[in-house]
């Protein structure tokens, strides 16, 4: 596939009209289409540039692939510096991709990675693409060890680690050929990223094009375009499964799934703050509903709802968990429900004690997904069967009420709000219902946002004159 500048230009001008460019979980896309000069720059925004190293690596036209970078010669200091990966671990993603024209005899050169410590000829704990296996130097230091790659041939390669199933993926030209289970007993963090070769030994002789790296899984269907060129980096879906996107399992820092990966999360609230989680890119924030006159903000926009006639207490009780943190489970009273806590594989529970409310980042979603959101539904009620217990609950998209009922006692509502599916904020809250703080403990079961592939664009009418021909 012969790739010219013009193709390059319009997909990243398509891919920034669609989701700005900077997608949460692209770390660095590198497209190594510079002519001269020694940075290779970075398209996501923020991101580390590459530094070029040594008098061996060049700018070059390709016959078959375009601009690219070559490192011209094996044994002497060529690479390029490209900052640091992040931590490296059992409940941590990642997805490498990049294309690769190797010129050499079979070898452990570093393609991408590291061998050493950034500051000295050290360290044991690397992570490599090499010309005859991945290398991660991790206890258990897990490897693939796939077929040479062969010399003088370009090939798309992609290693994709999932944190959710423990598993280790090697593709070649978007297809799955090797795959390992891992389970990690340590965590690598501060290790360097170069191209090309370590910043003290395994130089590698060969052109790159196109190198890109996640902290997510990319699955099977964006590897393949990537491979096939229907994707770039700046395209390609992060998580492709029409179906459920899981909130409770975003509160506790996973990915949507089922069964999620997600933690806790414990998310508390304070009084007259609304307070945000950097670290958890589907939680906006989360926010203690007024006890007075002077309404609370609600959503990163700076939306503002007065709670004041049905609440009491302030930020109370126990934090917005993913999972039971109630001394009863509501899924149990009279086996009505289904086993929210109990059976992960197909329902989830999202807790909190009154009053607290949550708002999740809908275009972060929609950006991790690249799918469509036609639907939020859940179980919301008051955790029967506590005896005494009420609450009143909220639900707001883009700061507009949506529905809601108050003091719900001993029972529960099933909700679906399809203003989600255009709006940006989802912000749902529970309060007391205005009695006492006492047994006031809401419940969301199966809190899920329905995914879709995308609708298809609305036809495009012909404007002018329009004639019959016969």
């Known amino acids: 596939m012969f790739r010219t500048k013009c193709v390059v230009v319009l997909l990243v001008v398509s891919s920034s009209a669609l989701c700005s460019v900077a997608r949460a979980g692209l770390l660095g896309y590198w497209p190594l289409d510079e002519t001269s000069g020694t940075v290779a720059t970075n398209l996501v925004p923020g991101g580390t540039n590459g530094i070029l190293v040594g008098t061996g690596i060049t700018w070059m036209n390709d016959p078959e692939r375009g601009q690219v ?69 991790i206890d258990p230091s897990p490897h693939l060890d796939y077929a040479d790659l062969p010399r003088d041939q370009w090939i798309h390669h992609a290693v ?10 090697y593709y070649r030209n978007g297809v799955a050929v090797i795959t390992t289970n891992v389970t990690f007993t ?36 964006s590897i393949a375009g990537l491979a096939d060129g229907t994707l770039t980096p700046l395209t390609a879906p992060f998580y492709l499964k029409v179906g459920v996107f899981d909130l409770a399992d975003a509160v ?29 890119r589907f939680v906006d924030g989360v926010f203690a509903p007024n006890t007075n006159d002077v309404a609370c903000v609600i959503d990163g926009a700076g939306r ?24 009863t489970d509501p899924s149990v009273a009279g086996g009505l429900l289904p086993d929210f806590n109990g059976d992960p594989d ?82 749902i809250a529970i309060t007391d219902a205005n009695d006492d703080p006492f047994c006031d403990h809401g ?8 995914l879709t592939l995308p609708p298809p664009p609305s036809p495009v009418h012909p404007k002018g004159t329009m004639f019959l021909l016969r």
């Open 69 to 137: 970078l070559s490192f011209g010669a094996a044994g002497i200091t060529n690479y390029v510096d490209a900052g640091v990966l992040p931590p490296i671990g059992n409940t941590t993603d990642f997805t490498w991709s990049f294309w690769a024209y190797h010129q050499d005899a079979a070898n452990n050169d570093v393609i991408l990675g590291n061998r050493y410590n950034s500051d000295s000829q050290a360290g044991s704990q690397w992570i490599k693409f090499t010309p005859t296996k991945f290398e991660c130097n």
């Open 160 to 169: 994709v680690k999932r944190a959710v199933d423990r598993s280790l993926t």
């Open 186 to 221: 340590s965590t690598a963090t501060g290790r360097p990223f170069y191209m090309g070769g370590d910043k003290f030994a395994e130089w590698w002789m060969g052109r790159l094009d196109d190198v890109a790296i996640w902290d997510s899984a990319l699955p099977a269907e």
């Open 252 to 280: 506790g820092g996973g990915d949507g799934t089922l069964p999620g990966l997600g933690g806790a999360g414990n998310l508390g609230v304070t009084m007259g703050v609304y307070k945000t989680f950097p670290n958890n």
């Open 304 to 327: 503002t709802y007065d709670f004041n006639d049905q609440n009491s207490t302030g930020g109370a009780g126990l934090p917005w968990c993913n999972g039971l943190n109630m001394d």
């Open 346 to 427: 197909n329902h989830s529970l999202l807790s909190g004690h009154a009053s607290k409310g949550i708002t999740f980042d809908l275009e972060a979603v929609r950006a991790a997904t690249g799918l469509y959101i036609e639907s939020f539904t859940a179980t919301i009620g008051d955790s029967r069967p506590k005896t005494g217990g009420s609450i009143s609950y909220y639900v707001f998209v883009d700061g507009i009420l949506v529905t809601n009922r108050f003091n719900v006692r001993d029972s529960e509502d099933f909700i679906t709000v399809t203003e989600v599916s255009t709006g940006r904020y989802l912000s």
């Open 443 to 450: 419940y969301l079961g199966d809190p899920f946002l329905h």
